[in-house]
């Protein structure tokens, strides 16, 4: 009895601890829209426990926020691929340190399903397989992961798993055996079908296949997202089909990296937004994204028409071969524009085409150098040096083909959300990148909040957290409430910037301090620290 009452009064001794993370002074930006607003936030258990002065409560650690925002943790709409979190779990901080704390993986690929043939090299050289999302949830799991992750299911991904490269309609087995494969990730956890119609294979999917697909995620509450067929002369087309698809199929559509390619095409956005808007004003439930920077990032191939890869790449590198194919297809590309024409976007000017990686038989001197800089370097004309670039793989290209009114129109809108289009990077292999990588949310605040002051702090951040997390029905999380996801970024509003830049795109922002996920800090006076706090997050029915 006596030993007990001592352990008693040693463990009332002892003090109470309220909080494993407390965040003192910050200027609340809740994700709302709300105004901001001075509080206290308390984390336990990875989630927000309490909001308000918490003066003289205790906890494990407390992070002292004056002069700082504080934040939902940042979500983008389009984070292209979660291997490399797989792969090296530090690639994660590309996202992290711009405050990204949930990333959607999967455009027209995908990372399920998986054939022997569709496997990742990347991934089989680690000693990794898997067919089904659920068993690569469970490889994610397993090994843990940096930052929360949605996964779309890929069109493209299931046409080459069924179908393979070449351009025709699938058979009405194959069909069943593409919608299948939809149930079986939808089950899995997935989140939506998507899209990305303007490269090959996912080009040659006619928009009654599109639905059918899409009508399976409709049974389990998904979404159908696209990189659209067409991003320039034909983008109100290219709206229309898509939000015919989210009709047909009865769920919501969202349109990545909404834009208008090419000079002669950039007034179109207003006349985009105008197709959007109505579609929202009858009911439809329509939403976009766009990344802040006015070059695009694609393969070198996609500059020519995709009727070449009917059958796969192979017989078009042959083609390169011949000196007359090489005219004919310059001939063709200079001179028609029935397709999505970059060179034409990019105002037929190969020096507005930078070179982000080459091939590794080609001189890695190249990158980040334009298409015409190389082609002086070679003493070549740069029609040949872009052939020769393409015959050598399908080198990862940034044009110069919007301008910012478009990005200033658009990031006006309630149903614009923000994305980087750009998978985590895996430093260890890096050499160049687009800088959006790195960049894309800090320069919302930096550029087009603090000194454009195109839209309201609040409403950038809530275009960063609650609008996609509401569009996932990710409903606990995007928003600073007791009870959610404690994902979480502090920032200085006024020296958070993007420092990446085309000549240097591997360079991680400033004034963005601390990221907190699930309740975790990952990073820590910025730097990276926790490799291990992301979860993936399924559709919940």
């Known amino acids: 009895m006596r030993l007990l009452l001592t352990l008693l009064v ?48 205790k906890a494990k650690r407390t992070i002292a926020a004056d002069g700082h925002v504080i934040a939902p943790g940042f979500v983008d709409m389009m984070g292209a691929t979660s291997l490399p979190l797989l792969l090296e779990p530090s690639s994660a901080e590309s996202k992290l340190r711009q405050g990204i704390t949930t990333i959607l993986s999967g455009e027209g690929g995908s990372l399920a399903p998986q054939t022997e043939k569709t496997f990742p090299a990347e991934a089989r050289k680690k000693g990794y397989f898997w067919r089904t999302y659920g068993e690569y949830f469970a490889l994610l799991e ?75 995620v409709g049974q389990y509450g998904g979404a159908y997202m696209s990189h659209m067929r067409n991003e320039s002369q034909a983008l109100l087309d290219a709206i229309r ?5 989210g009709r047909q199929a009865g769920i919501p559509v969202h349109i990545f990296h909404l834009k208008a390619a090419g000079e002669e095409n950039w007034p179109r956005i207003h006349d985009a937004i105008k197709v959007i808007q109505s579609a929202r004003d009858a009911g439809q439930d329509v939403t976009a994204d766009i990344y802040p920077y006015i070059r695009n990032g694609l393969g070198i191939r996609s500059f020519v028409h995709p009727k070449y890869f009917a059958n796969g790449p192979g017989p078009f590198v042959q083609s390169l071969k011949d000196p ?25 000017n190969w020096d507005n ?18 298409v015409a800089q190389i082609a002086a370097l070679r003493k070549q004309d740069p029609w040949e040096t872009a052939f020769d670039l393409m015959a050598a793989g399908n080198p990862s290209v940034n044009p110069k083909s919007m301008n910012e009114e478009q990005k200033h129109a658009a990031l006006r809108q309630e149903w614009v959300s923000i994305c980087t289009d750009a998978g985590p990077v895996l430093m260890s292999e890096a050499r160049f990148s687009h800088p959006r990588a790195f960049g894309s949310f800090p320069r919302i605040l930096a550029k087009y909040v603090r000194e454009e002051k195109v839209i309201s702090l609040e409403g950038a951040i809530r275009r960063m957290s609650a609008l996609p997390a509401n569009f996932f029905r990710l409903y606990d999380r995007g928003r600073i409430a007791p009870g959610l996801a404690a994902d979480l970024v502090v920032f200085n509003p006024d020296t958070v910037r993007d420092t990446a830049t085309f000549e240097k795109p591997l360079a991680y922002p400033e004034g963005m301090p601390y990221v907190v996920v699930n309740g975790q800090v990952a990073v820590d006076q910025g730097k990276l620290v926790n490799t291990k706090a992301g979860a993936v997050l399924r559709l919940k029915p």
């Open 10 to 57: 040693a463990g009332a001794l002892l003090p109470a601890q309220d909080f494993d993370l407390l965040l003192t002074g910050g200027r609340v930006v809740d994700g709302s829209g709300n105004p901001w607003y001075r509080a206290d936030i308390g984390i336990r258990n990875g989630r927000i426990a309490e909001i308000g002065r918490l003066t003289g409560r």
């Open 142 to 216: 397993k090994h843990g992961i940096a930052v929360n992750t949605v996964h779309n299911i890929g069109a493209a991904q299931v046409r080459q798993v069924v179908i393979g490269d070449v351009d025709r309609e699938p058979t009405p087995a194959e069909l069943d055996q593409m919608r299948k494969h939809v149930d079986q990730a939808m089950r899995d956890g997935a989140v939506g079908l998507s899209t990305a119609l303007i490269y090959p294979p996912g080009t040659y999917a006619k928009t009654a296949e599109l639905v059918a697909m899409a009508k399976v």
């Open 241 to 245: 089909e898509t939000m015919e698809i």
């Open 324 to 348: 007359a194919a090489r005219a004919r297809l310059k001939k063709e590309v200079e001179s028609t524009n029935d397709w999505e024409n970059w060179y034409r976007h990019v105002g037929k």
């Open 353 to 370: 085409v930078l070179v982000v990686s080459v091939p590794e038989s080609l001189d890695r001197a190249y990158e980040g150098k334009s």
